[in-house]
């Protein structure tokens, strides 16, 4: 009997030596101090790249052999941040670039791709970005960014921009008619192409049909003797024409000027590029704050605002109208 204990004993253990042997390959490297806990929606590829490791160097460190395999809650060790470093991060929806924190001022509507973080504000709330020729301010929430990430960011307090790049002067006959921030309209007749570089061998992003009003974002650019501004229209972004010789192709749009106001009784308000809740926003305007109204629908539920120069459509529901019904209809 104590001989069939003892062959018993020896066959546990040689069951149980490999099972730990294996176990105890997976080391998780000393300089990796930092955790992060998975939530829904998260990948092994994703969180690799917040922290520019690879999934593989990712999934040994945390003894995972399935790498489609991690579950929300689950804590995995990362690599430490440095504080002060620049960070690339994903922007998954369009969102508003301010000029600062706290701000109702849009410097330009940003589609969802890679940003840069640069730095952020004391309370964490705004991440300061650039990409392309444009850096300011974002909501931090817009960002693919946990909070450790956040913090590693340097508190910045600087004021955003839009960089007008070089040769900004066309020999022209005409002289410029539109600015940065304000609101443009193709002129009647023939479309405006838009590209995505200000050239006309730019890749064609789209047309802006006659009279058509779009934001002016960027620019000027100057190129084959065509005066450029970066536009914003309807989710579309690129660059279109203003002028070439003595010719102009489009025009400061002349808003209409209605005695109908809005005052926004919620905290924060999205306006929208469209009437739904579905559509980009543009930009967000907060309580108290008070902007004319540019046009409605037939029915009241949404209406079109002018907010310093964007405009926009807000639901009716979160703000108190004044003189609504002397706004005219737009037509969806």
């Known amino acids: 009997m104590i001989r069939f204990h003892h062959w018993l004993l020896f066959v546990i253990l040689t069951v149980l030596i490999p099972i730990y042997g294996t176990q ?11 955790t992060y806990t998975v ?33 929300a809650g689950q804590m995995l060790l990362v690599p430490s941040t440095t ?19 706290n701000s109702s001022v849009v410097l330009v509507p940003l589609q969802a791709g890679n940003v840069t973080a640069i730095g952020r504000s004391q309370d964490t709330n705004w991440v300061f970005i650039r990409v392309a020729n444009v850096q ?29 790049g070089t040769a900004n002067s066309c020999t022209q006959t005409l002289p410029s008619r539109v600015s940065v921030g304000s609101q443009a309209r193709v002129l009647p007749g023939v479309p405006n192409n838009v590209r995505s570089t200000y050239s006309t061998t730019g890749a064609l992003v789209g047309t802006l ?19 450029w501004w970066q536009i914003y229209s309807g989710g579309m972004v690129g660059w279109t024409g203003e002028l070439q010789g003595a010719s102009y192709w489009i025009e400061p749009a002349n808003l209409i000027d209605t005695s109908a106001s809005i005052t926004v009784r919620v905290y924060v308000l999205n306006v929208r590029n469209a009437p739904s809740t579905r559509a980009d926003i543009l930009t967000r305007i907060r309580f108290e704050e008070v902007y004319s109204v540019v046009g409605r629908l037939a029915d009241n539920s949404w209406v079109q605002v002018n907010v310093n120069g964007t405009i926009g ?15 005219p209809v737009i037509a969806q």
């Open 24 to 34: 105890a390959q997976c080391t998780p490297r000393a300089d990796w101090t930092n």
């Open 39 to 71: 939530v829904r929606g998260d990948t092994l590829f994703r969180i690799a790249q917040r922290y520019s490791v690879s999934v593989t160097d990712l999934a040994q460190e945390n003894c995972i052999t399935n790498t489609s395999l991690i579950y």
């Open 83 to 101: 504080t002060g470093q620049s960070l690339t991060v994903r922007l998954p929806n369009a969102t508003s670039v301010y000029d600062s924190p």
């Open 136 to 164: 300011g301010w974002v909501w931090s929430y817009t960002l693919e960014m946990d909070s450790t990430l956040i913090n590693s960011l340097p508190i910045v307090t600087q004021r955003g921009s839009i960089d007008s």
């Open 209 to 227: 049909p006659g009279e058509t009003v779009f934001s002016v974002t960027g620019g000027p650019q100057c190129a084959e003797g065509i005066l």
């Open 313 to 327: 459509w807000v639901n009716a529901t979160y703000v108190n109208a004044v003189n609504l019904n002397t706004a």
